[in-house]
């Protein structure tokens, strides 16, 4: 799909969601053929978007998009999924790395993988903090980036923590 095809989609469902008080954090359609996904992602900075919240947007969604005009906007069968962000999300846009400041995140680029805490965040570049201090990064040079979620293993019953 043509990225102008699913900007019209965008322009379509942003304000429905933006008055259900949900931000619509991503959109993408993947896949080929019959097996094509239309998978949007919200968020919420207000309320929490949990299994509920998700299923009911997915209805309205699924009935606001049998209502464009434009047949070509989505044109062939596909799957609507919609979902949230997650514990380990990807960042695409300036928002995404905006609202992770402070996380751990893996960030490729051509000339290699930086794995750090993001400090800064800007329309044009990042900046990482890693063992070997900050590292700015153009955002036009991000191949790949994404947060990590680091499980913590709680002690053993019976056991003291471990301290470091």
Same mark, same amino acid.
């Given at each position: 799909?043509?990225?102008? #095809?699913?900007? *019209? ?25 019959? *097996? ?18 998700? *299923? ?41 790395? #905006?609202?992770? &400041? ?29 063992? #070997? ?5 153009? &955002? ?25």
């Amino acid at each position: 799909m043509e990225s102008q #095809q699913l900007r *019209a989609v965008w322009d379509a469902v942003e304000p429905y969601l933006a008055a259900e008080r949900i931000e619509l954090d991503d959109l993408e359609l993947v896949g080929r053929g019959r *097996a094509r996904t239309l998978r949007v992602v919200i968020d919420s900075e207000t309320e929490k978007v949990d299994l509920d919240r998700i *299923a009911a947007v997915s209805r309205s969604l699924s009935r606001l998009l049998d209502t464009l005009e434009e047949p070509s906007e989505l044109d062939g069968p596909y799957q609507l999924e919609v979902t949230s962000p997650g514990l380990e999300r990807k960042l695409t846009r300036p928002r995404h790395f #905006q609202k992770s &400041l402070g996380r751990e995140v893996v960030v490729k680029t051509e000339a290699g993988t930086r794995r750090g805490v993001l400090t800064g965040s800007g329309e044009n570049e990042v900046i990482v903090t890693t063992d #070997q201090g900050p590292e700015s990064i153009a &955002l036009s040079d991000v191949v790949s980036a994404r947060t990590v979620f680091t499980w913590e293993k709680p002690p053993k019953p019976g056991q003291k923590p471990r301290s470091s």
